[in-house]
């Protein structure tokens, strides 16, 4: 039987080498998490996406895979991870990983094999050339570091193909017996009982010369086979894709009713308007960009975010709106990456809690399943003198003891941030105010209304640009009218009747005409 759970899911993005080290060498594990569970449990959500969990040499952070049915032996054992999986289907909470499809680490055995012998069976899973100049049209995504999408390999005596680091060497799609691999390796996951799979960077599958190598229809008709292997085998799953592309070629990605790709993905160019909207006290990019989304198929869903591991992406803005966010976000250099941010949450919104708020109850109340960024649920700050994404991706912060509670070692994977004695779960877990408990209760908020979870979005007329305003519903009647006050002055706006406001703490009725201080938003039911 089929539920698309996944329609109506709150999502939490796990790292599980920051999260909790039950070890003691400085590094999070699943036995860790373990313990963490009911914490993320509280919060209200329903599924864990767990980052990267296989060996690794580590150059992105687990992006580089070197052997896709292990467990990094950092994070334990397979029988930890089995533990893992079970502790949180006891507690009600689903499993997905991460597939990476695209490429694997240059340490794999499959490409060791390749670089060294030209006859090996494995040097077609990879893409090779002898003057590296094919495919010019691809853009390079890691700008600050790669020169090419092509590397010379002396051993192998010719170039190979990568979109990501120079570590990370593509799979070459055009062979079957890739395809094969990847199938086998999503069974073995999927037989443990996953509930699924985020497909890290699927645009990039195929290399067709002429073109700028995303989004080919090879790509979606080999997503379509993999698609099809979930629905006759494993019903129930979900499938997400992380696909940074516009709204319009975004629309593939969930395929058609008789041949679909992916349940669920990522809404990338919705992410910056946010951040935008609410920094120019002007809600016209987030209108513009949802009246430019696409209605999506039957069964299929978007996922909102805020914030994840990665820098806060400028890909899906103009050149100017990136500079504008540069100025406006990244004020210090150190703060740029690529063509993003890499800052997190509170930090990025000056750690003021009416913004936090507000941002968070704004996306929270946008069509899509919303997905949380491990730490931001206390308000976490970030360490821009970090390299690389590492800056997001320090140790949680538990508590005020050593290592903020995180681990026993006398050094941690990475530094804990200095304002973990104030900004931590059980610092928080009193205070009906802080960011922990708004979380919770915006989540709780949000998941006890139909129309927020699955209804429709429909604008309402508000009379000012700073002030956003719609009505979520799912047949007309039983409705959630939604209002942001995006700017630093005072808005008003007429209730025809009156009604009961879900963010109020406790819960209260207003009607007539109402002023929203700067910041403010109101859910109001009907
Ligand atoms: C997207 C992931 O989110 C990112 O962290 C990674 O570096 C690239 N894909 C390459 O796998």
Redesign the pocket.
Known sequence: MTTNWYKEAVFYELYIRAYKDSSGDGRGDFRGAIEKLDHIKSLGVDCVWV?PHYPSPLL??G??ISDYLGIHPDFGALDDFKAFLNAAHERGLRVIT?L?L??TSDRHPWFQAARRDKNSPHRDYYVWSDTGTEYADARI??LDTEPSNWTYDETAGQYFWH???RS?PDLNYDNPQVHEEMFRIMRFWLDMGIDGFRA??VPYLYQREGTNCENLPETHQFLQKVRRIMDEEYPDRVLIA?A?QWPEDLLPYFGTPEAPDFHVCFHFPIMPRLFMALKKGDKTPIVDILNRTPAIPPGTQWMTFLR???ELTLEMVTPEEREWMWRQYAPDPRMRLNLGIRRRLAPLLDNDKRKWFLLNALFLSLPGAPILYYGDEIGMSDNIWLPD?HGCRTPMQWDAGQHAGFSDALDTYLPVNRDYEQVNVAAQEADPDSYLNLTRFLIRARQSQPALRAGLLEWVKSGSRELLAFRRHTNGKDGVLCLFNLSDRPQTFTLKRERVDLLARPQMAMGGTITLPPYACHWFRN
Request: hydrophobic residues 25%.
């Open positions: 980052m992105d952070d992006y580089d991460d990476v695209n490429h995504i890691f979109r990501f680091y990370q890290d960077a992380e940074n994840n591991h990665d994404r």
